[in-house]
């Protein structure tokens, strides 16, 4: 029955998680399940989520592993189909490797210290898995949206609308490809080998799963060792030899409660008196290797931040609004692309080396698509992990992420001799304004401190004389009623 229950919630839960990435209608905006993520959480530091995390974990033990986290209950679709093709598939006890659980949490730690934000966001689990839902799901379901649309049309129905198939990123497609291969070929052959080798939220939420109150217990006087259980233990914690369960790999999946003919296994609270395998006695060795870790952590140099953090572009790409800084978002950010599949403009992308080595695939604004809508604030709504903060349409308005620059040399005003005006037009807080110049014609000029770095302008001049230059930390744009009035007179250019 527990088994059952687990796996109907799980089923709800990567189904809402999947479907707030693949969403191209806007039906669900700001989905709850994507806040109670532990890697956001730990990054935002939203102390009620980590709590409630941490407490759940120490009453139940890891089951945020397989009801909660999109990526283990994605594993546990590849072990699912394992067993259908293989029906003589078993598993085996295998000691815990510590020095590699811990080993790579204590490389994503110095990593985070040093600006590599980009090492985490890719094994962060929740993050993992969006990259994989917005790059790899997300157009296999236009794809079918696009079908249904044409069929529909044929009949009259006009209910569906076709949608526009675009790769975002070469190297965010690449990452989700590489990720779906890795994951898959691991959780179909060895199980949750990656949640309790690699996955640096299963090594902490392991640690604090040892002292639950909620465990899976043998009755020794009732086990045969049979090595069913253990024969059905895809996290390779139980010994059915020595009637012992590792329970910091323990993923609380209920497998081997169905598994014992025997009435053995059972779930519930621990026994006063009783230990568990893994607390009987003290690894040094494991305690040695965080305090060097933390040592190590604390030292590590300025340089090498600064060679990773390091923007060689001459321009300064833009962050998105309510994210304050480039800073910050390396800070937080797990590059889950919830506010890239979010966005209705189609104007974040994942980044390349806008940011340097450290930020790739983190959030970016570009404007070869589309344009920020002036009222829009979903990316900062839906944003899981503090990087963007969440800002009403208000605040928006006075953010400037950017501000406009303006080359009069390559204008078609100035080059063609011909009228434009497309970019004052489309300036919704007249940071560009059209002002005389010869023959008759108007040019742009532009006054920056308006400016919020909408894109809308760069968007629509035909040969890019107006662009959006990302500001490094983002400032106050001026009202346009507090501006003084723009005074119309003859500016001589030199020609």
Known sequence: MLRRIRTAVAIAVIAILTYGFIDFAGVIDNPLLQKIQFGPALLSLSIVTLVCLIAATLLLGRLYCSVICPLGIFQDLFNWLSKKFDKKKKYEFRPERPWLRWGVLAVLVIAWLCGFTFLVGLLEPYSAYGRMADELFRP???FGNNILAAICEKFGNYSFFKVVISLKSVTAFVVAILTLLVIGHISYHHGRTWCNTICPVGTLLGFFSRFSLLRIRIDKDKCNHCLACQRKCKAYCIDSKNQTIDYSRCVDCFDCIE???QKAISFGPVKCGS?????DTVDESKRQFLKSSLVIAALAPAALQSKVTGVKDTRVPMSPPGSISHKNLLNHC????LCVSKCPSHVLKP???????????????????GYCNYDCNLCSQVCPAGAIKPLTVEEKHKTQPGRVVFDINICVVNVNRTSCGACAEHCPVQAIHMVPFQGGLTIPETTPELCVGCGGCEFICPVKAVHIEGNPVHLEAKAPEQDEAIQTQDFDFGF
């Open 140 to 142: 296999v379901y236009i």
């Open 259 to 261: 598994s014992c003919k």
């Open 275 to 279: 230990k568990s395998a893994d607390t």
């Open 334 to 337: 797990t590059s889950c692309h």
């Open 351 to 369: 980044a390349g080396m806008e940011y340097g080595l450290g930020g790739i695939m983190q959030p970016v604004m570009k404007f070869d698509e």
